[in-house]
C-alpha cells in the first residue's frame, strides 16, 4: 500500500464518517437507578460504575467502598441467622482489619477495638458499615 499526501481538494464521501470523528463518544449506564445516564467516555464511566453498583447492597440499595464493608454490612443487617445469634447475645460484629479475626459483641467495642489495636484515626466513619456511603462521599473520615 502506497502512501500519498491528503491535498486540500480531497473530500470525504462519507458524512457519517465526519460526524462520528466530530462528537464525542457517548457511552451510557442501564443499570437502576440511572436509566441512560451519558458518559463522555468510558473511563468516566467505569469510575460512575465503581462508586454507584459495584458494590451495592440490593435490599436497602446502600453502596459500599469495597466488597468487605458489602459483606460486612450484609451479615450484620440482612442476614437472619445473625439476627438471631445477635439476639442470643452472641459476638457478631467482625473487625475491619484483614487478617484480624477478633468479633466483638457491639459496634462500640470494635470501634474501640480498631481504634486501639489497629491504629484507626477517631474520626473515621465507623458506621459506614450500616450506613454505606453518602452521595459523592470520597472519604471514611468525618468531615
Known amino acids: ?3 500519498r499526501k491528503i491535498e486540500d481538494e480531497d473530500t470525504i464521501e462519507d458524512p457519517q464518517h465526519i460526524s462520528a470523528i466530530d462528537s464525542p463518544i457517548i457511552v451510557h449506564c ?6 441512560h445516564k451519558p458518559f463522555a467516555s468510558s473511563l468516566e ?3 460512575h460504575y465503581l462508586n454507584n453498583h459495584q458494590h451495592k447492597c440490593l435490599s436497602c440499595k446502600s453502596i459500599f467502598p469495597n466488597e468487605q464493608f458489602l459483606d460486612l454490612h450484609l451479615s450484620e443487617f ?13 459476638k457478631i460484629y467482625r ?7 477478633k468479633v466483638c459483641s457491639s459496634p462500640q467495642k470494635r470501634k474501640l477495638h480498631l481504634i486501639d489495636k ?6 473515621f466513619l465507623f458506621s459506614i458499615v450500616k450506613t454505606g456511603l453518602r ?9
Not at 440482612?78 to 452472641?90: C, L, Q, S, T, W
Not at 452521595?135 to 471514611?140: D, E, I
Open 78 to 90: 440482612h442476614d437472619p441467622f445473625n439476627a438471631i445469634r445477635k439476639e442470643r447475645g452472641e
Open 30 to 35: 442501564d443499570l437502576a437507578p440511572c436509566h
Open 1 to 3: 500500500m502506497s502512501k
Open 45 to 47: 464511566y467505569e469510575s
Open 95 to 101: 473487625c475491619f482489619s484483614v487478617g484480624c479475626d
Open 135 to 143: 452521595p459523592n462521599q470520597t472519604s471514611l473520615l468525618k468531615s
Open 118 to 123: 489497629h491504629q484507626y484515626p477517631k474520626n
